[in-house]
């Protein structure tokens, strides 16, 4: 008996706000997460991601605000008359019972006949690929078992949706892209809607269908992975995903079109539906689309020119890494590296070449 | 389905059971007490005169003065006997050292009332060691005369208080703690000044203090040797021979209660903010030293004296229990068992009654235990820190308080279809025993779940589980080595307990194992057969110590490497 797939069902998060004593950790999180979606709630430590996870499954203080599943309000329910399946960073085995036993405690408060539980645990444990160590204690399996235990337990009950908090955090360095690959595939197998929380992020770029960035208790942005990457709404968004050199400035029109004159002194010429003249803002590069050459040397047409001196710079094996000074400002530039390839030195002038379409302005 | 706030409803019934328990058991007993104390006792207006009267008495003053000699004397010998042998298994590379300390907590198996007789055989003036001495050497040394015998009685047995504090904190002064002192100049002298001796004193001063408490609030042993010009033995003398109304049996116990809460207080001062937790990662444990022959030699000799010291109790018990005619000569005269054959088949009712109460006040004791540790640390009901005080409180409460409490507040209290008063029923015996082992039952619960991860409980109600299906399927049975170490502490020691019970027992039949060796151990003749009941006592204690031991080791190994595989988080992810 192969476990259900489900329908999936919508998750809808309503202005949730949260206080702990008088910090508050939640401010107002509006989401609408979709059926048999895999979502990402990503941010640094201390953002909040956990707080809003546990409150979905009932854990901690009600929180302000409405939390819906399909339409429905769960807000007043207590956990375990959820259906919201959760798995925790540390696993939460229970080491006084077998992995069977671990498996099969949920349909056992759901009162589910013997018979039907020893199928559903069994071929939830084949699922996940531990058929043979039912009778083992949890202490006696390695991390990335026990990993499969957790996830087995909570998906044999077939919850409404499921909760996945930094469960690749206590893995090693291999074992955690193999991990993310599997609950990628029964994510999609099972088409439960689910939801990953880590602050890892290039976890949540390669797992996620979309991720919300969260920052103190606050949603920056919602998209795609490629989405926020390309285009962050802000400058929290733009540097916690990846580097980015950020140039404060303001939009001025001049020489037949857009230009980003930056407070540190450089001059970018910017795409002509880029802004409006006049606006204060920020403009954002990644390091990957600036070129580098020699103070002599040519750079293509339609690419805005920065002249600067090589600060530091170093080498990261596929690529070279430098930080150019330019005028006021420092930019960091990546070079893909070749094998034989002369690099520049500190103290050398060089000059950076930006294409418009590259340029990125923040508004906040 | 539940709402979050509806769940709050089953463990705020619990907590009002709780208090209520505690109130009626604990609170209104001892405020009962003092409130006597303070009254007159013919007009029933509050006033001071008791205590005046109790100040101008030359016996009270005497009495008074006594216990506190004996309790200060008591904490000083037993700091002779402790502190070498904490030093020594401490400090120096010493073979043995394990075996010291497991022997060093034997005496707390046994209470000393019931060793008293058998040490005036061996120490008395015309006991084993005098008798000897004053052949071979000519004179004799008064162990026992008057209060040294209660003093010396008393530290053998409780210097263990300090043993184990001491041994804790001299063990977890971390190596690299000594090595930076000596790094930075200090000399070995200066070493132990400035660093070892300043570490270590939290404990000893924790476990003097207990050592104080105990002395000062026992009963059994003063009166088994005889010595009536103490408070305990005075508060009970009062009340049971000049009756329930006599006011100075209230007095002493206001005293009492007073001069525990101060040792209480001073241990708590001692060891506040000074958690035990110095040994640092990658330590290199304890700094030992390896000794020289000769003064390896010197060690064990002052070892080998000092534990024979505290076996001499059970080894003189152990004595007297299978001797014909112990009187006037180093040895009994013939050995028998005929003093088993007797206790068994006379006295048994002693020994189940001990079974039935200790046993039923040990289960009282988890039970109330766990439910008031989950009140206290797993659910936010207002004044849920109350229960835990007020359940902690009776550590304060001796003995002797807590059976002048009952005998007053429930001697009117007819129990229904019992048709006598609460006070005098042998289920009131029970209830006392549990009262007073409680807090220590209490820790031990406390300490148990701590260690079970909130998570633990988080994933079940996730899974589906109710609080009290999780509190049933994953709490109990993950905390079930700490509730056993509970049940088996309250056990062992309410199957000693005798100065609440003495004060409790209306009628023979009734009687515990202490109640029985005390009465036998009244009359010469009654030695033997009470030094057998004792044995049988401590063997009782030992055997449930044992496999207590045994069900929480294998508890453990079966859980210890899943800490290692997956470090739990503390609360919740970061
Ligand atoms: N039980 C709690 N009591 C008080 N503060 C808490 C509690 N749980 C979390 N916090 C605080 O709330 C904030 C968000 O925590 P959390 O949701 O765990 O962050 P994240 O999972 O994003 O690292 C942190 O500042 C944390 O200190
Ligand atoms: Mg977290």
């Known amino acids: ?364 | 389905m539940t709402t979050v706030s509806r769940s709050l409803w089953g463990p705020g019934a619990v907590a009002l059971s709780l208090a209520l328990f505690l109130i009626v058991f604990l609170v209104i007993p001892v405020a009962k007490v003092i409130y006597v104390a303070f009254q007159d006792p013919n007009t029933g207006a509050l006033t001071l005169i008791n205590f005046v009267d109790f100040f101008n008495t030359s016996l009270f003053q005497e009495s008074f003065f006594n216990s506190f000699y004996v309790a200060s004397m008591s904490v000083v010998l037993a700091s002779v006997f402790a502190l070498p042998l904490a030093y020594f298994t401490t400090r120096f590379n010493f073979g043995g050292s394990i075996l010291i300390q497991t022997l060093g907590v034997i005496p707390l198996i046994m209470p000393p009332f019931v060793g008293a007789v058998a040490m005036v055989l061996l120490f008395g003036q015309n006991g084993s060691i005098n008798l000897l001495l004053d052949e071979y050497f000519g004179f004799t040394i008064p162990f026992m005369e008057g209060l040294n015998g209660v003093i010396f009685v008393e530290s053998v047995h409780y210097f263990p208080f300090i043993l184990i504090n001491l041994s804790a904190a001299l063990n977890n002064i971390d190596r690299s703690m000594e090595e930076a002192a000596q790094n930075l100049g200090a000399s070995r002298g200066r070493l132990f000044r400035r660093i070892v001796f300043p570490l270590a004193m939290p404990g000893y001063v924790a476990g003097a203090s207990l050592v104080f408490l105990k002395v000062f609030d026992d009963l059994g042993t003063p009166l088994l040797l005889n010595i009536n010009n103490m408070l305990a033995p005075q508060a009970y003398l009062r009340i049971s021979s000049i009756g329930i109304n006599d006011p100075m049996g209230y007095v002493i116990s206001v005293i009492l209660v007073m001069f525990s809460l101060l040792a209480l207080w001073t241990s708590f001062l001692a060891l506040r903010g000074k958690d035990y937790a110095t040994v640092q990662k990658g330590g290199g444990g304890l700094m030992k030293r390896d000794l020289a022959g000769w003064e390896k030699a010197g060690c064990y000799a002052v070892v080998i004296l000092i534990l024979l010291l505290v076996l001499s109790p059970h080894i003189a018990l152990t004595l007297l229990s299978f001797g014909t005619v112990w009187s006037f000569s180093p040895l009994p005269d013939a050995y028998t068992a005929q003093h088993y054959v007797d206790v068994v088949s006379t006295s048994s009712t002693y020994i189940t009654n001990t079974l039935l109460y200790a046993g039923l006040a040990a289960g009282i004791d988890v039970v109330f235990g766990t439910a008031i540790a989950y009140v206290v640390w797993r659910t936010g009901l207002p004044g849920r820190k109350l229960l835990d005080y007020m359940a902690m409180g009776a550590v304060a409460i001796p003995g002797v308080v807590l059976g002048i409490g009952y005998l007053r507040t429930f001697y009117q209290f007819d129990v229904p279809f019992i048709d006598k008063p609460l006070a005098s029923w042998w289920v009131i015996i029970v209830i006392a025993l549990a009262i007073r082992r409680l807090p220590y039952a209490l820790r031990a619960c406390v300490a148990a779940l701590q260690q079970v991860s909130v998570m633990l409980e988080e994933a079940a109600e996730n899974l589906g589980a109710t609080k009290s299906r999780t509190v049933r399927r994953i709490v109990v049975p993950l905390m079930m080595g700490g509730i056993v170490a509970g049940f088996v502490t309250s056990f062992a020691t309410a199957a000693v307990e005798l100065s609440a019970t003495i004060m409790l027992v209306s009628q023979e039949s009734d009687a515990p194992l202490a109640y029985g060796i005390y009465e036998f151990m009244q009359s010469a003749s009654g030695r033997g057969p009470g030094a057998a009941l004792g044995i049988i006592a401590v063997l009782i204690i030992g055997i449930a110590t044992y496999l207590s031991h045994r069900v929480i080791n294998k508890k453990e190994t079966e859980r210890a490497p899943q800490q290692a595989a997956a470090p739990e988080e503390k609360v919740q992810g970061a």
């Open chain 1, 1 to 364: 008996m192969a476990l259900k797939q489900t329908s999936g069902v919508t998750v809808t998060v309503e202005n949730v706000s949260l206080s702990f004593g008088k910090t508050e950790v939640l401010k107002g999180v509006n989401l609408e997460i979709k059926p048999g979606e895999l979502f990402t709630f990503l941010g640094p430590s201390g953002s909040g991601k956990s707080t809003l996870l546990r409150s979905i499954a009932g854990f901690g203080p009600r929180p302000g605000g409405r939390i819906l599943i399909d339409g429905d309000d769960i807000a007043g329910l207590a956990p375990w008359d959820r259906n919201v399946g959760m798995v925790f960073q540390s696993y939460a085995l229970w080491p006084h019972m077998t992995v069977r036993k671990n498996v099969a405690f949920g349909l056992e408060e759901r009162k589910v006949p013997a018979r039907e539980i020893a199928e559903r645990v069994e071929a939830a444990l084949d699922l996940v690929g531990l058929a043979a160590y039912g009778d083992r204690r949890p202490s006696q399996l390695s991390g990335g078992q026990q990993q499969r235990v957790a996830l087995a337990r909570t998906i044999v009950v077939e919850p409404r949706v499921l909760l996945l908090d930094e469960p690749l955090s206590n893995l090693d360095a291999n074992l955690r892209v193999q991990m993310r690959r599997e609950i990628h595939d029964l994510q999609r197998k099972l088409n439960l809607t689910t939801i990953f929380v880590t602050h890892d992020q290039e976890e949540a770029n390669t797992i996620s269908d979309r991720m919300a960035v969260l920052d103190q208790g606050v949603i920056q942005q919602t998209g795609t992975p490629l989405n926020l990457y390309d285009n962050p709404a802000n400058r929290f968004v733009a540097s916690f995903l990846g580097t980015a050199n950020l140039l404060e400035g303001r939009i001025e029109a001049g020489d037949g079109g857009l230009w980003f004159i930056a407070d540190a002194g450089p001059r970018l010429r910017l795409t002509p539906d880029a802004g409006a003249a006049g606006d204060r803002t920020a403009a954002m590069m990644r390091p990957q689309n600036l070129t580098i050459t020699d103070a002599d040397g040519a750079l293509g047409q339609d690419v805005a020119v920065l002249e600067g001196t090589v600060e530091m710079l170093e080498f990261l094996g596929t690529i070279v890494r430098y930080a150019v000074r330019v005028g006021g400002a420092s930019m960091l530039v990546d070079e893909t590296h070749r094998v034989g390839r002369a690099v520049h030195a500190v103290g050398d002038s060089v000059r950076l070449g930006v294409e418009a379409a590259d340029i990125r302005l923040l508004s906040a």
